[in-house]
Each structure stands twice: as structure tokens, then as C-alpha cells.
């Protein structure tokens, strides 16, 4: 319930109390999807951190951040300093307004339109990150300038006309009343008339304005919610009770990044033994099939020694010749012949064979018996990957499994951050461009000579690069087929049944003097026709 309504109204609210007659000394952001304002007040350091991420928005205060040495960028500098004046929320709406003695800032929770905008005495706007088509600057100034902003507690005047179907009553007038809410209603009581639900809904949402909020989890399926210790729904049997919202909510926050980074190592492990353990039982069963259809040395040998008794009766051009099996009571015996080559290179071709197929069934059993070993291995890797949930125990896993080599060096690939990240079949890392500009800083400096490069053909899409670790390795067909659709999933191609996708290394990409960004040339190429996807297999690495 973190991004409902009256939680937001709330937290505004307490913000109030803590932030009063802070001025605003620096805005900027170190994550693709989050704002950051340093507030401070004789020396007192605070700040005000806003996430635009439209799956995790939320707005909140904390004591302290350490900004990073590199890689972030300030927004608005040309109005700051400000001085901090209030936090108001929209009447009835998700929107909360940061009022300044020069500007306003409008935090909005709006799906995909999620967004902090600056708004000047001019009514200028100007946003944090770039809205997708379909916004509008000028509708949003004229909303917030007819829209009441207010910074005490609300609670609204509800009236319902239809007692038998008061949930679509409630959330059709009353949109700020949330699905959670009207959960929390459903399991209070049974409710004999408007009145009682009306009075029931009041207190739900005084106890929202008043309750102690509660961060409830569960730690083997990492759920989390952050709710009211009076409320029903969502809890788990672990609950941490706090005195403000505030720290509720950084503590949820804190706690649901933690899960997200342990969910994605789960999911990476969890992908690398599920297909390695599936490829090493499909390996051990062929070469227990070939164990089984035993040595055929002997036979081989048996024949090369029958040909080269009656070598006087071999002809070249002959398919075939029948003889008598001097080992088997002379019975007759029809022997295979290579008609392009001569007799005694016939005879040496099946003791040719006599002594491979030796070589080959030692190999066999060898084999067999070092993909076993690899099996249990895994198998042991996979009961303690089952056995526990947690970050600590993924690590140990993971560095068993030497499936985070690039987290153990930060200088290598040091820019990997700023592109798209896959694993496919954990163990093929995979980076995809954002822009043109990006798809140029991929392919120039990220791409390394002998890395595979991937591009829908025909269309505008993003450069993909597919590492190679090893240049001695042989990148398997299907692993470039996973990359080429990746390749057409991140195109115009995307919504295609079937897409062409020409890939290259990229050692054949060059990018020729005046080439817009973005464009780039191909000295070679091959084609691959695929379906536009992620592959099932394939893990989204990058923390947004």
C-alpha cells in the first residue's frame, strides 16, 4: 500500500514536520529512475528522495546519501538554491507538489506518465525524464492549476447510492479509494446498510491517518507489504512495527531492493543448474546409449583380417564382396567395400576403424564417467540452492558456480551499466542499446572485436552485442538464434511473427566519418529468421 492515496497523504504530512525551512542545495539523480534533493538548514543534512519507476514509485525522507563519485547528473541547477516552503498533495489525486520560494515541483503517480516536473512563475515546465508519447506539458499545467493542493489529512465525504454493488460504487466516484482499501473493507464485516460501509470506510482511513504502520514479510517468497498494524490483509508471519510512515517506508524500501537483488540471483541460479543439470542428463544418456551398444574393435578387426586373407579377390570399384568367415565355420560373409579407394586401403580402413572405435568407447566411458560426477556435483550445488533462501547463500552459490565473474572486477566492461542487460541460459551475457546515441557507445567502446553484433534488418532497433568470454569457444546456433531475437523483440520488428536479423562479429561493424548516431556499416554478415522475444530461458539483469 506504499503508493496509496492516503499513505502519500500522509507522508507528506510527517515530511512537513522534518524538512520545515530547509533550503534545497542540489538536485540530481545516480539511477536511471530516481531524483534526489539535498536539503540543508545550518549544517543539518537531509534529503528528499522520488522514484519514477513506474512498477516502485514512491516519495520519501531520509537522513543521509552518499552521492557517487561518478556516473550521476544534476537537474534544475539554474533555480537552486530554493528555499523549501511546503509539501501539499493533491485533493484527489497522486500528485504532490514541493512548493519553493522560485518554483514548484509536482511529483506524479501516473503509470508509465510517472514523472517530477519543475513548473516556474512563467508556467514553464520542465520534466526529470522524457515522457512517452501521448503526454501533454500544457493539459498537466492546466490540471495543477485547477487542482486544490492541501497538506493536512483527508478524509472525504463519501456517499454511496447503491449498497449491492458498493465496491464499483466506491471505486468509480472515489478513484484515491485503492483496490487495498476495499479489500480491507470486504474483510472487516458484513455491512446492512450505506451508512455502516460509509462509517467503516471512514475508520479504515483514519486509522491509515493515525495507525502504526507495519512492514510485513515473508522471507522464503519474498512478499512484503507495508500496511497498518489494525489492518487484515497482506500479512505475512514476520511484521516490523514502526512509530512514523517514514520509517516504515524506507525500511520497505530498503527491504524490497534486497529481495529484488536476492529474486535476480535466485532466478540466474535457478536457470544455470535447471539447463546445465537438463544438457549433462541428455549428454549421460547418449554416451550411456553409445556405452551400451558396446566395442565393435573386434568385429572391425575380424573383418579387416578376412579382406586381407582374400586381398587377391578385391578390385577397386567394387561395393562389396562376399567371402568365407574363416572364424565361423566358413559360413559365407558379405563385407562392405569402398569402391573409390584401393583394396589394401579398404583393409586398412576397417583396421582404421578397429582401433578408433577402442579409443572411442574408452573415451565413451571416460566421459560417462566425468558427467556424472558433474551431475552430482550439481545436484549437490542444487539441494543447498533449495535448501536456503538468502543473499549470503546465492553469493556463495554463485561464486561456486563462477556465475558472477564481471561484479568480482568493476573495472572490466565499466560501462556495461548503462545498456540493457541479458543472461541467457545462465551463462551468455548479452547487452542491448537505449538510443542511438547509446546504440553508438555499445558498439564503439563497449563491443569487443570478436563479441557477436545483432541488428534487426530493415528496421530501426537497438544494437546487441552477444560477449564472448572465450574466444576459443564456439558460440552454440541456438545461443545466437536467442540473441538475434532478442535483437528483433528490441525493434520496429517487435510485434513481427518472424523477423530477419543480420549478426556479425564485431570486428566486420565500422562506423564511417559523418555517419549519423546510431548507423554503422557492415564489411560481412549472415541472417538469421527468428521470432521477435525474450527467450525463456534469458534473465533481465539491469537494476532499474
Not at 561395393?319 to 560373409?333: A, F, P
Request: proline share 3%; hydrophobic share 35%.
Amino acid at each position: 500500500m506504499y503508493k496509496n492515496y492516503f499513505f502519500l497523504n500522509r507522508i507528506v504530512i510527517e515530511a512537513n514536520k522534518i524538512i520545515q525551512d530547509f533550503m534545497i542545495t542540489s538536485i540530481f539523480s545516480q539511477d536511471k529512475d530516481k531524483l534526489i534533493f539535498i536539503l540543508n538548514k545550518n549544517g543539518e543534512e537531509k534529503l528528499i528522495e522520488i522514484s519514477v519507476n513506474p512498477g516502485f514509485p514512491y516519495f520519501t525522507v531520509k537522513e543521509k546519501f552518499n552521492r557517487a563519485k561518478k556516473n550521476t547528473l544534476d537537474f534544475f541547477e539554474n533555480y537552486l538554491p530554493l528555499k523549501l516552503i511546503l509539501l501539499e498533495i493533491a485533493e484527489n489525486d497522486r500528485i504532490i507538489k514541493i512548493k519553493t520560494d522560485k518554483c514548484n515541483f509536482y511529483f506524479s503517480i501516473r503509470g508509465k506518465f510517472t514523472n517530477v516536473c519543475l513548473v516556474d512563475s512563467k508556467n514553464k515546465i520542465t520534466n526529470f525524464k522524457k515522457m512517452p508519447d501521448g503526454y501533454s506539458d500544457e493539459s498537466f499545467i492546466n490540471e495543477i492549476n485547477s487542482t486544490k493542493f492541501i497538506s493536512y489529512f483527508n478524509i472525504p465525504e463519501f456517499k454511496i447510492e447503491n449498497f449491492h454493488e458498493y465496491k464499483i460504487d466506491i471505486k468509480k466516484k472515489y478513484p484515491i479509494i485503492s483496490k487495498e482499501i476495499i479489500f480491507e473493507l470486504e474483510n472487516r464485516t458484513s455491512y446492512q446498510n450505506e451508512h455502516e460501509i460509509i462509517k467503516e470506510l471512514k475508520k479504515i482511513i483514519k486509522e491509515i491517518e493515525v495507525g502504526n504502520p507495519v512492514v510485513s514479510m515473508d522471507n522464503q517468497t519474498h512478499d512484503i507489504n507495508l500496511i497498518i498494524e489494525s489492518f487484515n490483509i497482506f500479512k505475512f508471519d514476520e511484521t516490523k512495527l514502526f512509530g512514523n510512515l517514514i520509517s516504515a517506508l524506507n525500511y520497505f524500501i530498503s527491504k524490497k531492493y534486497y529481495f529484488e537483488i536476492v529474486e535476480s540471483k535466485r532466478k540466474i541460479i535457478r536457470n544455470y543448474l535447471e539447463n546445465s543439470l537438463e544438457k549433462l542428463s541428455n549428454k549421460i544418456n547418449n554416451v550411456k546409449t553409445s556405452i551400451e551398444r558396446g566395442c565393435r574393435t573386434d568385429e572391425y578387426q575380424k573383418l579387416g583380417n578376412l579382406l586381407l586373407v582374400n586381398i587377391n579377390l578385391i578390385r577397386t570399384g567394387m561395393e562389396n564382396i562376399e567371402v568365407k568367415d574363416i572364424y565361423d565355420g566358413n559360413t559365407l560373409i558379405n563385407i562392405k567395400l569402398d569402391r573409390n579407394i584401393s583394396p589394401q586401403m579398404n583393409i586398412n580402413k576397417y583396421f582404421d576403424k578397429a582401433k578408433s572405435d577402442k579409443i572411442k568407447f574408452d573415451k565413451s566411458k571416460e566421459l560417462y564417467s566425468n558427467l556424472t560426477k558433474q551431475y552430482k556435483k550439481l545436484k549437490a550445488i542444487e539441494e543447498k540452492f533449495l535448501s536456503e533462501i538468502s543473499n549470503e547463500n546465492y553469493e556463495l552459490i554463485m561464486n561456486e558456480l563462477k556465475l558472477n565473474q564481471q561484479e568480482k572486477n568493476p573495472k572490466k566492461d565499466d560501462i556495461q551499466s548503462k545498456f540493457k542487460h541479458y543472461l541467457i541460459e545462465g551463462k551468455y551475457h548479452v547487452y542491448v542499446g537505449k538510443d542511438s546515441k547509446n546504440n553508438d557507445l555499445l558498439t564503439i567502446q563497449f563491443a569487443k572485436q570478436n563479441d557477436y553484433w545483432f541488428h534487426a534488418r530493415s528496421v530501426a532497433g537497438s544494437h546487441v552485442v552477444l560477449r564472448v568470454e572465450n574466444t576459443k569457444e564456439v558460440i552454440p546456433k541456438n545461443i545466437l538464434k536467442k540473441a538475434a531475437s532478442l535483437a528483433a523483440y528490441h525493434s520496429k520488428a517487435k510485434t513481427s511473427g518472424l523477423a530477419p536479423v543480420s549478426f556479425t562479429q564485431k570486428k566486420y561493424v565500422v562506423k564511417k566519418k559523418g555517419m549519423e548516431p546510431g548507423k554503422v556499416a557492415l564489411l560481412k554478415e549472415d541472417v538469421l529468421i527468428v521470432k521477435p522475444e525474450i527467450p525463456s530461458d534469458t534473465v533481465y539483469l539491469t537494476v532499474e
